[in-house]
């Protein structure tokens, strides 16, 4: 086999992207708060951006800065603002009263500071020392304790005997189980939910006997509201088995409800605000209330001017001096875009704010990209994760994005109002004999909405509408019922 080398010419078609352009693209997509930490790691990085004081005045253009004309020119500094910083050894004094403002709102800030929330293995390690727990059984209680989850329920204690500073076996844990069931919320500790509701029932619990029965003997029948059947194989009449379901409905499923979340808690904090103007027209403005004001160090770009420094300092500074003015014009653009790209949808969705999200139009980020001049992968990073502040409330700006289909009269309506109208149809059909999914798309036909059966079973999916044969209340009876504890 013989191996040469040879020249030769191939034309092809590559996409290229910068680092600026990628950078720019990231903060774009960027919300808010995780452009704050973004800007806060690029001031601690990098030593030529410096946090712009808030004098209460604005900052002056690029054409009017006096400064400009006053540093020599340098070839190397041609592609920087040469304006885009300010005097950075030149803080203003602050006053006395500046001063005390500060620490007053410094220390309401900590005054604010929510409490952190008790968890819920807190609240039960709390109950594990009022209990009188035999010595050589608490340690597996606390084992089952560390492993119960937000919840409230435990895994299979096959799956949980290794952990912590020990092993325990099954028949350890199977002792110990009894000790946390019993604590408070009750239904802690179980590894389903039919012993979730068994251990909800109490001897206060009203149609104890029969709740008891219908979980361990007739789950399936009851999942599927086979009420009839299960009178039968009971004895049980309609009365007393639809008491008892209302019973069954007031227990828990999820007994470590009230402790979840606690300190993942997360608060919208919109990006931008819609206000309606007293004309009826909106407006739009950022909110850019937590993110950092960063301008060029002046000294840096002097000392870079003036040609000071040797080979390897002056790479440094032109590199720093690059990467910041890169993320100082990235943050002008994102503002530029996200004004742009909100007033359009805006625009577009103005039947919305008006009179309600009943009011949605059918609405892709095409139609937005073509109208901003943008391309439509642009108008997807600018929505991502982002929220606006509307007079109808607050709002991922996704929300405003919908898919639509074409009424009979060749009318554009948004799936959100067939939707909604399913809701309605739901909620007037008739209780003893309710709507199927093929009775459904019929009603929705009838009204102008022509979708097919799949998207109707689809939708009361979403909606988390059950079934008609879950949906369907049985007629009650007069016959006397049996007596039940």
């Known amino acids: 086999m013989r191996l040469d080398t040879t020249q030769a010419l191939r034309l092809q078609q590559k996409l290229i992207l910068a680092p600026r352009m990628i950078q720019s693209m990231e903060i774009l997509q ?18 030529v951006l410096e946090l712009k004081e808030k004098r209460g ?13 006053d540093v020599p020119a340098d070839p190397e500094f041609d592609d920087y603002a040469d304006d885009a910083w300010e005097d950075g050894d030149s803080r203003p ?18 005054n604010n500071v929510p409490a952190r929330t008790v968890s819920l293995q807190d609240h039960l390690l709390e109950q594990l020392s009022e209990l009188d727990v035999p010595p050589e059984v608490e340690p597996a209680v606390r084992h089952l304790i560390a492993n119960v989850k937000t919840s409230g329920y435990l895994p299979s204690l096959e799956e949980i005997t290794e952990g912590g500073d020990r092993s325990f076996t099954v028949t350890e844990l199977e002792a110990a189980l009894p000790w946390l069931q019993q604590m408070d919320p009750a239904g802690v500790g179980a590894r389903d939910l039919r012993e979730c509701l068994l251990l909800q029932i109490g001897p206060e619990t009203q149609h104890r006997e029969l709740l008891r029965l219908l979980i361990t003997q007739h789950w399936d029948d009851l999942q599927h509201n086979r009420l009839p059947q299960i009178q039968r194989r009971t004895g049980y009449d309609l009365a007393t088995l639809t008491a008892a379901l209302e019973t069954l409905r007031h227990l828990n499923p999820r007994p470590g409800a009230q402790f979840e979340g606690g300190d993942n808690v997360h608060y919208v904090v919109p990006d931008l605000i819609v206000e309606r103007t007293e004309d009826g027209d909106y407006t739009v403005r950022l909110t850019n209330d937590y993110i950092p004001e960063v301008r060029l160090s002046r000294r840096w770009v002097n000392r870079f001017k003036s040609r000071k420094g040797d080979a390897t300092e002056r790479d440094y500074m032109r590199k720093k001096i690059q990467a910041a003015q890169w993320i100082i014009d990235a943050i002008m653009q994102r503002r530029q875009t996200l004004e742009k790209v909100t007033r359009a949808i805006i625009e577009r969705q103005r039947d919305f704010l008006d009179h309600g999200p009943e009011h949605i139009h059918p609405l892709k980020m095409q139609q ?28 991922q700006l996704k929300r405003f994005f919908v898919g639509g289909t074409t009424t009979q009269e060749g009318e554009e309506v948004a799936y959100e109002l067939i ?25 929705l036909r009838e009204a102008g909405y022509p979708v097919a059966r799949r998207t109707v079973t689809k939708y009361r999916k979403l909606l988390r509408i059950p079934s008609s044969r879950q949906r369907r209340q049985w007629a009650v009876d007069s016959t006397p019922h049996s007596s039940a504890s």
Do not use: Y
């Open 30 to 47: 960027m919300p808010n708060l995780e452009l704050q930490e973004r800007l806060e790691q690029e001031l601690e990085n990098n030593p």
């Open 57 to 69: 005045e604005e900052e002056p253009s690029r054409d009017e800065t006096p400064e400009a004309a």
């Open 93 to 110: 004094s602050r006053s006395r009263a500046e001063l005390a403002e500060d620490s007053d709102r410094k220390q309401s800030a900590i």
């Open 368 to 395: 937005i990209a073509d109208q901003v001049g943008v391309h439509v992968t642009t108008v997807s990073r600018a929505v991502d994760e982002k929220w606006v502040q509307t007079p109808r409330g607050t709002f």
């Open 419 to 443: 939707k909604q109208k399913m809701l309605d149809l739901v909620a007037a059909e008739d209780k003893a004999n309710p709507l199927s999914d093929e009775e459904l798309m019929a009603k």
